[in-house]
Each structure stands twice: as C-alpha cells, then as structure tokens.
Nanobody, 120 residues
C-alpha cells in the first residue's frame, strides 16, 4: 500500500514557475514508477510526466515537454514536478500517481491532488 500527498500548488501568473512535491508513505516507494497527471475543469485526466524507480528514465507529455521536468529522491520518498514557463492552459488539479510502466504509466495509487492556477 502506498499513500501519496501532493503539495506546492497555487496561483501564479503566466510565465512563472512552480515546483510540486509528492511524498509517499510505504516501504516500497522505490520500486514504483511515479508520475503526474492533471485534470482541468470539464476535461479528462491527462498524463503529464513519469519517472522510473531508478530515475534513469523519464517521459513527458507533449503539452509540457521542454517546460516541465520530473525528478525523484528515493531517500525522501518524494517525487517532484518542476514547471517552468507556465501558461493559463496549465491550470488544473495535479495528481501524483504510483504504478507500473512509464509510457504509459498505469497508476495503482493516486494522491488527492493539488490545484495549480495560472492567470494570464
């Protein structure tokens, strides 16, 4: 069992940066692929980024590639999403996920989500 808790969301202006964090509880954190999804109002949940347990491989969705990076610190049971050059269309609830695979990431566990709002 893995419990995930996100933090770091907020309200920012277009062009700003944010870093989301996701802390996992559970002894097997390092064995899971971790990732981020997002869901905007009225839209389906969208894949954002994933990272293998070793950190050796990452995968980013087309809409964020070149602006977002994902990283993890297995010693801290934490995965990060660094978001640069934010756009209003990045506004969404961002969810942390733990699962298998990388592209696609198949989530087994979800966090509660953190709101990111980007104003124009």
């Amino acid at each position: 069992q893995v419990t995930l808790e996100e933090s770091g969301g907020g309200l920012v202006q277009a062009g700003a940066s944010l870093r989301l964090s996701c802390v996992a509880s559970g002894r097997t954190f390092s064995s899971y692929t971790m990732g981020w999804f997002r869901q905007a109002p009225g839209k389906e949940r969208e894949f954002v980024a994933s990272i293998r347990w070793s950190g050796s491989s990452t995968y980013l969705g087309d809409s964020v590639r070149g602006r977002f990076t994902i990283s993890r610190d297995n010693a801290k049971n934490t995965v990060y999403l660094r978001m640069n050059s934010l756009k209003p269309e990045d506004t969404a609830v961002y969810y942390c996920a733990a699962g298998s695979g990388i592209s696609p990431l198949v989530p087994l566990y979800w966090g509660q989500g953190t709101q990111v709002t980007v104003s124009s």
